[in-house]
């Protein structure tokens, strides 16, 4: 079991509201970044996204715990194995993603993760027996409204939307589920797709398909 999961603890709801406000706000803003390297494939996209990932959280985690560090990254075979379907399940998530916005769906994107408050609390309800207050059932019923209305408007079955909920939910679902800290869960889960990526990445260069380090340093550093 990591200790990397802290104990609940007085105003952690509020910090856990803002932090959800906060990754919405960021995955709302995605879509311009992403449009400025519409040129890159989404697949190349998610490649370097957990390579360069590995060192980001290896460093941030060592400067956090010194010593601690090899004790907190220190998990049981079983553990390992289900992040790496956690991994595949996330990995799924940012294609879906960065393939609807390189090709023009963002509206999709914005109904899929409008979906996702209510895949949550469908998986919760069905596998983790959790229950509604009458205030959340009210909003809950809302957002399926608004979820209907989207659909409709796009005039055909939102599969990129479903896809995107559906993903991120079960990912949810089982990280919830385990016993490892977000910090070192991400770690685990972007080393183990590490050799998926890194291999892609080999096999578009051989094939002079890679637009990464191409001569376009704006894209490069984008």
């Known amino acids: 079991m ?11 709801g509020r910090i856990g509201v803002g932090a959800a406000l906060a990754a919405y ?12 390297i519409p040129d890159v494939p989404a697949l ?23 010593g601690k560090f090899l004790q907190r990254v220190r998990l049981p075979l079983r553990t390992v194995a289900i992040l790496g379907g956690c991994g595949l399940l996330v990995a799924t998530n940012w294609l879906i993603f960065v393939w609807a ?7 999709a994107t914005s109904l899929g993760y409008f979906i ?4 949550n609390f469908l998986l919760g309800f069905l596998f983790l027996k959790e229950r509604l207050t ?10 399926a409204a608004g979820t209907l209305y989207l659909g409709w408007f796009l005039g055909a079955p939102p599969w990129i939307s479903l896809g995107l909920a559906f993903s991120f939910g079960f990912y949810g679902l089982i990280r919830k589920m385990l016993p490892v800290g977000p ?22 260069w051989q094939r002079g398909r890679l637009v990464f380090g191409g001569g376009d340093v704006g894209t490069d550093l984008l």
């Open 134 to 143: 009458r205030i959340q059932g009210i909003g809950v019923v809302i957002a």
């Open 25 to 36: 706000i960021f995955w709302g803003l995605a879509p311009i970044y992403f449009k400025q």
């Open 44 to 66: 190349e996209i998610i490649a370097h996204r957990i390579v360069w990932a590995i060192p980001l959280l290896a460093g941030f985690l060592l400067l956090r715990d010194r």
């Open 183 to 204: 910090m070192v869960g991400l770690l685990w889960e972007t080393l183990l797709l590490a050799p998926l990526a890194v291999g892609f990445v080999a096999w578009s």
């Open 116 to 119: 996702g408050p209510l895949v």
């Open 2 to 12: 990591s200790p990397d999961r802290p104990q609940a603890r007085p105003g952690a």
């Open 101 to 107: 916005v390189v090709n023009d769906q963002v509206l």
